[in-house]
Nanobody
């Protein structure tokens, strides 16, 4: 079993930056693909980004609203994943979830909610205009 705990959310202004963290426990962290999803009010939970077990490979949503502004990373020594978000906009307001799956498949394979086995409780990010 894997436990994931997100932190770092809160209220920011448009244009600000924020880094979310996801602390993992319960299983060898370096064996896990890690991903970030977000869910805005009234919308489906959507894929944001994923990072390979080593951290070398990353994969992002095709959404033009996210590309170039968000960066996913991980520190296996700290059992922690990160999502760096720059130039935040009100449309980035959502609950952000980290997720994980133990797999040898390429990170680009993991962009669907159903593919992830473990989930955190989510952290609220609110961006004011």
């Amino acid at each position: 079993q894997v436990q994931l705990v997100e932190s770092g959310g809160g209220l920011v202004q448009a244009g600000d930056s924020m880094t979310l963290s996801c602390a993992a426990s319960g299983r060898t962290f370096s064996n896990l693909i890690m991903g970030w999803f977000r869910q805005a009010p009234g919308k489906e939970r959507e894929f944001v980004a994923a990072v390979s077990r080593s951290g070398v490979s990353t994969y992002y949503t095709d959404s033009v609203s996210v590309k170039g502004r968000f960066t996913i990373s991980r520190d296996n020594a700290k059992n922690t994943g990160y999502l760096q978000m720059n130039s935040l906009q009100p449309e980035d307001t959502a609950v952000y979830y980290c997720a994980a799956i133990s797999s040898l498949n390429p990170v680009s394979f993991f962009r669907s909610r159903s593919q992830y086995q473990y989930w955190g409780q989510g952290t609220q990010v609110t961006v004011s205009s």
